[in-house]
């Protein structure tokens, strides 16, 4: 199916366990970008990459890491869990261009006991 | 660095009120201005946008004007309706050129809730 999908749609993990969100993309956007959604902050930027094997930090990317080694493809891993890293994680893909759309995810629930 | 600001929530209105949802910007240059809409459970989805100064972005009755002189972009609708309810997100992005690398940056959300 054509769009941008995440997995899983909800996760719960414990404290310091490693645990990686996935994300695809059907169009070949060029721009690719994760962001974490909690109350009262809105939508804050962890990381973006504007094409394959390129990546850059967000506003909040502590703890995170990515990879891009294929365009449609962004992984978000979290590499030693904490509690405050429970949120609502929505990925997002943009052709480019400032004007451009951006198309997100579902969005995946992560709990971290 | 690039922010928006967003009146607080939440917005609670009667069915076929007047909305506006105050949003202002700061950012280098001249930025693409966007709202976006979130339903319970869903992910983001474009509401509308507009890419320079005094354009006016339109969909579903809703309405916005990048307006320069003030960092504005507020959101209205003359006739809201059940239906509306959503978190509505104001953001902007700026393109590669001007060291905005098509970032989207967004303000926290303004929660709106109609009722019959």
């Known amino acids: 199916d054509a769009g941008i999908t995440q997995s899983p749609r909800y996760k719960i993990t414990e404290t310091g366990r490693q645990v990686t969100l996935m994300c695809h993309q059907t169009?070949?956007?060029?721009?690719m970008f994760w962001y974490r959604q909690d109350l009262g902050h809105g939508l804050r930027l962890i990381y973006y990459?504007?094409?394959?094997?390129?990546?850059d930090k967000g506003e909040v990317p502590d703890g995170y890491v990515v990879s891009r080694s294929k365009t449609e493809n962004f992984p978000l891993t979290l590499e030693s869990a904490t509690r405050s890293q429970t949120s609502v994680y929505f990925c997002?893909?943009?052709?480019?261009?400032?004007?451009?759309?951006?198309?997100f995810g579902q969005g995946t629930r992560l709990t971290v006991v | 660095g690039d922010s928006v600001t967003q009146m607080e929530g939440p917005v609670t209105l009667s069915e076929e009120a007047f909305l506006t949802i105050n949003c202002t910007y700061t950012?280098?240059?001249?930025?693409?201005l966007f709202w976006y809409v979130q339903y319970p459970g869903e992910g983001l989805q474009l509401l509308l946008k507009?890419?320079?100064?005094?354009d006016k972005g339109s969909n579903k009755g809703f309405e916005a004007t990048y307006r320069k002189e003030t960092t504005s972009f507020h959101l209205e609708k003359g006739s809201v309706q059940v239906s509306d309810s959503a978190v509505y997100f104001c953001?902007?992005?700026?393109?590669?050129?001007?060291?905005?690398?098509?970032?989207?940056?967004f303000g926290a959300g303004t929660r709106l809730a109609v009722h019959p």
């Open positions: 169009w070949s956007h060029s721009y």
């Open positions: 507009a890419t320079k100064a005094d």
């Open positions: 997002a893909s943009r052709k480019g261009g400032d004007g451009g759309e951006a198309f």
């Open positions: 950012a280098t240059g001249y930025p693409s």
């Open positions: 990459s504007a094409a394959a094997d390129i990546t």
């Open positions: 953001a902007l992005s700026r393109n590669m050129f001007s060291g905005g690398y098509n970032k989207l940056i």
